[in-house]
T-cell receptor
Framework: GAVVSQHPSRVICKSGTSVKIECRSL??????MFWYRQFPKQSLMLMAT?????????EQGVEKDKFLINHASLTLSTLTVTSAHPEDSSFYIC???????????FGQGTRLTVV | GENVGLHLPTLSVQEGDNSIINCAYS??????FIWYKQESGKGPQFIID?????DKRQGQRVTVLLNKTVKHLSLQIAATQPGDSAVYFC????????????FGQGTRLTINP
């Protein structure tokens, strides 16, 4: 299968700072990328869908100014958590697909802890 | 709808037995479905997919069944092994141009020796 690399795998930051998470498709071009967050023992909650070269589509209740998504190329999408607070601590996971209605491949996730 | 704040149901089976994991999806317009396996601290791993024009698809030791009438999806794992222990999620790709891959609540599968 295709490989999606997410970086960093773990990050600890102070309240009020910003953190950037990268999601790269290593061996295919990802037209569409998805960002999820996952709390312990819960399912993945879709935050936003991004298509290369256009603005991300955010799910209801997700603050687009707080969770900045950039999908500037067919192999890279970034999620920036701005002015992080302890309640933003979570497992963030990206996935990438070649296009609508095709298999989505997942990164290994990023454990964010805000102290 | 999308899962919010639910704890995962658990299924325990004996090693070697067959497992059936069920999922109810939300959108009748969804046209593509995927089963994922997630181990602790890792991202989801693709298991098998099925399109809405099919009602059954088989892979290696796994079978997915789709019942569009009742919006139900199931994953059958044959001869379960200890390595099958994980959380299993179904995901639906909502159709009609929505381009959203939304996950169900998940089921924790535990294999007893």
């Amino acid at each position: 299968g295709a490989v999606v690399s997410q970086h960093p795998s773990r990050v600890i930051c102070k309240s009020g700072t910003s953190v950037k998470i990268e999601c790269r498709s290593l061996d295919f071009q990802a037209t569409t990328m998805f960002w999820y967050r996952q709390f312990p023992k819960q399912s993945l909650m879709l935050m936003a869908t991004s298509n290369e070269g256009s603005k991300a589509t955010y799910e209801q209740g997700v603050e687009k100014d707080k969770f900045l998504i950039n999908h500037a190329s067919l192999t890279l999408s970034t999620l920036t958590v701005t002015s992080a607070h302890p309640e933003d601590s979570s497992f963030y996971i990206c996935s990438a697909s070649r296009g609508f209605g095709t298999e989505a491949f997942f990164g290994q996730g990023t454990r964010l802890t805000v102290v | 709808g999308e899962n919010v704040g639910l704890h995962l149901p658990t299924l325990s089976v004996q090693e070697g037995d067959n497992s059936i994991i069920n999922c109810a999806y939300s959108n009748s317009a969804s046209d593509y479905f995927i089963w994922y396996k997630q181990e602790s601290g890792k991202g989801p791993q693709f298991i098998i997919d099925i399109r809405s024009n099919m009602d059954k698809r088989q892979g290696q030791r796994v079978t997915v069944l789709l019942n569009k009438t009742v919006k139900h999806l199931s994953l059958q794992i044959a001869a379960t092994q200890p390595g099958d222990s994980a959380v299993y999620f179904c995901a639906e790709n909502m159709g009609a141009g929505a381009q959203k891959l939304v996950f169900g609540q998940g089921t924790r599968l535990t294999i007893n020796p």
